[in-house]
């Protein structure tokens, strides 16, 4: 057991990577993330979003980071939620070379008055996005082959309630997920953002496992008792988590995925998209000389095109 211990301390010390890891003997296997200074700091320091709105997007970005874990080609995974709510618009990428985005659109007015009528507590999904759908999908790089997604109403009081109905209603896996984000203060008044995702699944019995219903209600309620400090908490590190959840039967960690806020936005893929556009729609765009700027939505990027160059 000492040596499974060693295994998962190394692999799963430190911040912005994702692994996925088997509990021993079992039918049951997982996935677990860590984000902070290299990922989910800057992502949520480029927008300046209200404090719950900035957790809800940091749970979005470490849900799609758990998902892409399981990617066996090259591509991404979106994880979309778009709702009625004053957010109407919520996503995260995380992409197979590890670059991961995400952004969400919200009307401050409303934001605020549901904050007022909250009294400063965190507003649960239905108030957050109102009535909506939440999608994943899944798109290679490779154009030949096609991209999937699947949609599920937005139902639940958390992001993590949600994933694990899109989990049950279209891979009709047994599924938890447990996310949190945490705002850490330093010496000085520096403040910090930091994640942590979990989820484990259960694979499905077949005439060699038998029935995989035990392990995976054990594995469930071992789970079901992590506390959202041990998943933010820079000095219990993942390792230290999944020892203290699985070591009765121990865990075998497969090598972690480094992970960095990084961006696809380019000035070619703006002026692909300038150029679909209609004529019309582009002029009314346009500043007094002819010139169009505009923003990535993603990292805040501003681009500038001179006329003739569109």
């Known amino acids: 057991m000492a040596e499974n211990t060693f295994k998962i301390d190394h692999l799963g010390a430190g911040d912005d990577f994702v692994a996925t890891f088997q509990i021993e003997d079992t039918s049951v296997r997982g996935r677990i993330a860590r984000l902070g200074d290299g990922v989910l700091d800057p992502i949520l320091k480029r927008h300046d979003y209200p404090r719950w709105a900035a957790h809800l ?4 970005v470490t849900l799609a980071v758990l998902v892409s874990a399981s990617l066996k080609f090259d591509g991404k995974v979106m994880v979309q939620a778009q709702g009625e709510g004053p957010v109407s618009l919520l996503v995260a ?4 070379d590890g670059g991961v985005r995400g952004y969400l659109r919200l009307n401050k007015e409303r934001w605020d008055f549901v904050d007022r009528v909250n009294k400063g ?11 909506g759908v939440m999608a994943l999908m899944l798109q290679p790089n490779d154009p030949a082959q096609a991209p999937w997604q699947s949609m ?14 899109w989990f049950s209603q279209s891979e009709q896996v047994p599924t938890r997920v447990r996310l949190a984000v945490a705002e850490v203060s330093e010496p000085g008044g520096t403040k ?4 942590g995702g979990a989820l484990i699944q259960q694979v499905a019995g077949d005439d060699a496992r038998g029935s995989t219903d035990e392990p995976w209600d054990n594995a469930r309620h071992l789970f079901d008792t992590i506390e959202d400090i041990e998943l933010v908490d820079p000095d219990v590190s993942s390792g230290k988590l999944l020892f203290r959840l699985f070591h009765e039967s121990g865990v075998r960690v497969e090598p972690p995925k480094a992970l960095s806020d990084k ?13 679909t556009m209609d004529k019309e729609e ?6 007094a000389d002819g010139a169009i700027s505009a923003d990535c939505q993603f990292c805040g990027r501003v681009y500038r095109f001179a006329a003739d160059t569109i």
């Open 57 to 60: 997007l940091g749970e979005a």
């Open 93 to 96: 990428e995380a992409r197979s």
């Open 121 to 131: 507590a965190r507003p649960h999904i239905p108030q957050a996005l109102g009535r």
């Open 152 to 165: 599920v109403p937005i139902e639940g009081a958390t992001l993590s309630d949600c994933a694990q109905m």
């Open 192 to 195: 910090r953002w930091r994640s």
């Open 263 to 275: 961006c696809t936005c380019s000035d070619e893929r703006l002026l692909a998209t300038i150029r």
């Open 282 to 287: 582009v002029k009314s765009l346009a500043d």
